[in-house]
């Protein structure tokens, strides 16, 4: 069975920065896009950035210049790069996967980022 395996949530204070890790386990097949949403207490989740397996990439208008996102294609796996935090980054963020940038099939179980001081 195909699994999102993510890490590398927590508690930071404003301005600092995290690094979240997923890595597909369960399968060898090459995942055409990979990233990650967030859903903040109740807010709708959203998409905070995807790259697909060419490098191309999307990000929320929130996020652009302080967030990046990167992926290792051999091995399945996808970092999320956050920098200047702010409160209002305070989520559980998903891992997602799919056949192209707009369409998930797969989601991680979720990691919490708390950004307070």
């Known amino acids: 069975q195909v699994q999102l395996v993510e890490s590398g949530g927590g508690l930071v204070q404003p301005g600092g920065s995290l690094r979240l890790s997923c890595a597909v386990s369960g399968r060898s097949f090459r995942i055409y896009a990979m990233g990650w949403h967030r859903q903040a207490p109740g807010k709708r989740r959203e998409l905070v950035a995807v790259i697909a397996r060419d490098g191309s990439t999307k990000y929320a208008d929130s996020v652009k210049g302080r967030f990046t996102i990167s992926r290792d294609g051999a091995e399945n796996t996808v970092y999320l790069q956050m920098n200047s935090l702010n409160p209002e980054d305070t989520a559980v963020y998903y891992c997602?996967?799919?056949?192209?940038?707009?369409?998930?099939?797969?989601w991680g179980q979720g990691t919490q980022v708390t950004v307070s001081s």
């Open positions: 997602c996967a799919g056949p192209s940038i707009s369409v998930v099939s797969l």
